[in-house]
């Protein structure tokens, strides 16, 4: 039996960032509030370090800064030249996020994927593509693809065709983060701080 508080699954995002307020207050390394960290932790004049290019992810300390290099490195530029409301956007700054992450050849970003537990103690190897899509759902939907034609135009105006690909091509990458992204709370009252997507935490709503 589970008991309250107890752990039973542990796992990095596959993709993650800061919503809302949190965006501003929060270090975009560890995610945790700035408050409580920097000074703690080598930032710079007690305000953490903000990235001089494209002035939005803030970081608590060099350590941050370096974790989170290979993901801001990719969005960056994108980052720089975009208009306020766009980067400032949840859906696009995840979008961005995953978008650039899969279309990465350098490191097998495509294909990374992780041990997730299965069945009695076993484990198996689960990638960003193995996650359910519900995309029948999305297309059949007028509400919806509407939705997701507007946010396809905005995210390759954003980032350029050669990395969104096509509009089918898009509701499947959107499908599967809408229906296996998780809010992460950040205090008791389960107030949203980031949105990340776990491939290991995607098997607890669907069986595999």
């Not at 800064?65 to 490195?73: N, P």
């Not at 990719?74 to 279309?103: D, G, T």
């Not at 294909?111 to 059949?140: N, Q």
Request: aromatic share 8%.
């Amino acid at each position: 039996m589970v008991m309250p508080g107890n752990v039973v699954l542990e796992a990095a995002p596959f993709v993650a960032v800061l919503v809302g307020d949190a965006a501003d207050t929060h270090c975009h390394g560890c995610f945790r509030p700035m408050e409580d960290v920097v000074g703690d932790s080598g930032g710079e004049g007690g305000g953490g370090i903000t990235c001089g290019r494209c002035n939005l992810p803030r970081y608590c300390s060099p350590a941050c800064v370096d974790s989170d290099a290979r993901t801001h490195t990719r969005e960056c530029a994108a980052m720089a030249a975009a208009p306020e409301q766009v980067r400032r956007s949840n859906m696009v700054r995840m979008l961005a996020r995953l978008l650039l992450k899969l279309a990465d050849k350098s490191g097998g970003e495509k294909e990374a994927g992780e041990e997730v537990p299965r069945g009695r103690g076993g484990k198996s190897r689960r990638t960003f593509w193995d996650l359910m899509s519900h995309e029948s759902e999305f297309s059949s939907s007028e509400r919806l693809f509407k939705t997701i034609t507007g946010l396809h135009w905005t995210m390759t105006n954003f980032l350029g065709p050669s990395v969104v690909g096509s509009l089918d091509a898009f509701v499947g990458v959107y499908g599967r983060l809408m229906i296996n992204s998780f809010e992460v709370s950040g205090d008791q009252r389960q107030v949203a701080k980031a949105w990340g997507l776990y491939l290991a935490a995607s098997v607890i709503d669907h069986s595999w």
